[in-house]
């Protein structure tokens, strides 16, 4: 069966990018968000092996979801996606539970590294 994965970013071409490079390697996107709030409500709607989780982002940043997240399911497997000079917020991420990160722009053969290595 394939991983479930839900991808979230305010911007629909990231995710856009994201689902492209998960699709083509047979992993399942069973959900998109562009902000915290909707990662939340789609999390638990849908309930993914999953997260690929955009650290700046209206309404609810990343890490803010994330925490939301991991208090709904302390077993979430999230990977922050940041852009370069993120790197404080990507250590808050990693102490708030975050598996891994990948750093915009997205390189595949990276993003799905850090999918498989989460979902081990």
Known sequence: ???????????????????????????????????????????????????TLDITMPEMDGIEALKKIRSIDPNARVIMCSAMGQQAMVIDAIQAGAKDFIVKPFQADRVVEAVRKALA
Do not use: C, S
Request: cysteine-free; aromatic content about 6%.
């Open 1 to 51: 069966m394939a991983n479930r994965i839900l991808i979230v970013d305010d911007a629909a071409f990231m995710r856009m990018m994201i689902k492209d490079i998960l699709t083509k390697n047979n992993f399942e996107v069973v959900g998109e968000a562009a902000d915290g709030n909707q990662a939340v409500e789609k999390y638990q709607e849908v309930t993914p092996d999953l997260v």
